[in-house]
């Protein structure tokens, strides 16, 4: 079992910047590929970026490229997003996924989690 849990989601002015952490815990023996999605009132979810275990991959949707920058530090089982130049259409809910393998009585197992949750308002 891994859990997930976001913090760094907040109130922001349009062209500001925050920053949101994930910090994966339990029986993990190996986090592959971590992201960040985020849904909007009345829109489905959607991927915001992921990268891979080692950073050797990293995607982005289009709406955030070269505004927003992903990293992981493996050591902390921690993924960060910085989010600068925030537009209101940023607004959402963001969550964190991780994927990977457990570790449990000697047999690993592959996971899949999600965090709760963090609000990011951007306003105008």
């Known amino acids: 079992q891994v859990q997930l849990v976001e913090s760094g989601g907040g109130l922001v002015q349009a062209g500001g910047s925050l920053r949101l952490s994930c910090a994966a815990s339990?029986?993990?023996?190996?986090?592959?590929?971590m992201g960040w999605y985020r849904q909007a009132p009345g829109k489905q979810r959607e991927l915001v970026a992921t990268?891979?275990?080692?950073?050797?991959?990293?995607n982005y949707a289009d709406s955030v490229k070269g505004r927003f920058t992903i990293s992981r530090d493996n050591a902390k089982n921690t993924v960060y997003l910085q989010m600068n130049s925030l537009k209101p259409e940023d607004t959402a809910v963001y969550y964190c996924?991780?994927?990977?393998?457990?570790?449990?009585?000697?047999?690993?197992?592959?996971?899949?989690?999600w965090g709760q949750g963090t609000q990011v308002t951007v306003s105008s």
């Open positions: 996924n991780a994927e990977g393998l457990t570790l449990t009585y000697g047999s690993t197992s592959v996971f899949t989690s």
């Open positions: 339990g029986s993990i023996f190996s986090i592959n590929a």
């Open positions: 990268i891979t275990q080692g950073g050797g991959r990293i």
